[in-house]
C-alpha cells in the first residue's frame, strides 16, 4: 500500500477482511463465525480442536503447510463461552493465514525468532488487533479512554491499552492534531510476554508442528 504509513496500511487490510468475511459492521465478531467464514471462502482448509497438552502450553497455531488452524479445547470453550482472553488467539492465526505467513520454514527445533519471524508477529498482532477494534468502528473522540475500547470490542485490558495508543495516533493523524503524548515506539516481542500461553509458540511447539 503505497502511500499508507504501517497504521494505516494495517487498517487498510483489516477493513478489508472484515468485508470479506461479512462481518463489517460486528464491534464483536464472533471467533467461530471468524473461522466458519474463513472455512468456507478457503482462507484456510482446516480447523481443528485439540488437547490442551497437545499444544504444551499454546492456546492456537496456524499450521501454514496444512493452512490449518489448531486450537486448544480450553481455547476453544473460552471463545464459544465470549471470554475475552479466549478471542485473540483466533484473530491472531486468522491473521497469519491472512497474511500468508509460512512459520514452519523458521522452525529448527528450537524456538528461533529470526528477524522475518518477529516481523510477521507483530504484523499478525497489530493486524489482529485491528480486525477486532477497527478505527471504523471505535466512535473515536479526543477523550476516549482505553478503558472504553475494551468494553466495545471484548479486547484484555492490555490489548486495549496497545490498540487505543494506536487508534488515538490515528486519531490524531487524520484530524492533525498535535501529540498529546510523546509516540511510544511499539515493539511486539512476544518472548517477552508475561503469560507465554498467549503466544502459539513454545519448544514443544515447533517439534510438533513439524515433526523431524
Ligand atoms: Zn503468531
Redo the contacts with the bound molecule.
Keep these: 500500500m503505497p502511500g499508507l504509513d504501517y497504521d494505516e496500511t494495517t487498517e487498510d487490510r483489516a477493513e478489508r477482511i472484515r468485508e470479506y468475511l461479512g462481518i463489517g459492521d460486528d464491534t464483536q465478531p464472533d471467533a467461530l463465525v471468524l473461522i466458519e467464514r474463513m472455512l468456507n471462502r478457503r482462507t484456510i482448509t482446516e480447523y481443528r480442536i485439540v488437547e490442551d497438552e497437545t499444544l504444551q502450553g499454546a492456546k492456537a497455531l496456524?499450521d501454514a503447510e496444512r493452512r490449518a488452524i489448531i486450537v486448544t479445547q480450553s481455547t476453544s470453550q473460552g471463545a464459544m463461552a465470549g471470554e475475552t482472553n479466549h478471542m485473540y488467539p483466533y484473530f491472531?492465526?486468522a491473521?497469519?493465514a491472512f497474511l500468508g505467513?509460512d512459520?514452519q520454514r523458521f522452525f529448527k527445533g528450537k524456538v528461533q525468532f529470526g528477524r522475518q519471524t518477529e516481523q510477521?508477529?507483530g504484523d499478525?498482532?497489530a493486524l489482529a488487533l485491528a480486525v477486532m477494534a477497527p478505527y471504523s468502528r471505535a466512535s473515536l473522540t479526543e477523550n476516549t479512554k482505553a478503558e472504553e475500547i475494551a468494553i466495545r470490542f471484548n479486547l484484555t485490558d492490555a490489548h486495549a491499552f496497545e490498540r487505543h495508543m494506536v487508534l488515538m495516533r490515528m486519531y490524531r493523524k487524520r484530524y492533525g492534531l498535535a501529540r498529546q503524548l510523546p509516540e511510544v515506539q511499539q515493539f511486539y516481542n512476544?518472548l517477552a510476554l508475561n503469560d507465554p500461553l498467549e503466544?502459539?509458540?513454545s519448544d514443544a511447539m515447533v517439534g510438533w508442528a513439524k515433526p523431524r
Excluded: G
Aim: proline residues 7%; aromatic residues 14%.
Design positions: 496456524f491472531h492465526e491473521a497469519h505467513h512459520h510477521d508477529e499478525a498482532h512476544p503466544h502459539e509458540f
